[in-house]
């Protein structure tokens, strides 16, 4: 019997390690990704906001469910494509 519960409290012994191994590599992925994002959201120019919509959108085309237009996409109207960009409070204002 003891022997048993020995070879028991072994086991979870190991499968705790390996549980604690692998959350150690699970946080050091998602630190990554959070500079990794972070990176590429100073480089576009986007606001966290706009980068978790974007996020959110590809999740959506991903699972093949319903796409709705994230609302950052909606903010901007371009009339000509030679001239700047302008935001559409603009288009309305003049």
Partial sequence: MISELRAVNNCLEREVGELE???????????FNAKYQGQIAVD??????QLSAIDQFVDQLKSSQQVSQP????TWVFVDMSAPPKHASEMHAG
């Fill in 21 to 31: 191994e692998e959350r150690r590599r699970l946080k050091a992925h998602l630190k």
């Fill in 44 to 49: 576009l120019g986007l606001s966290p906001d």
């Fill in 71 to 74: 609302k950052c996409i909606n």
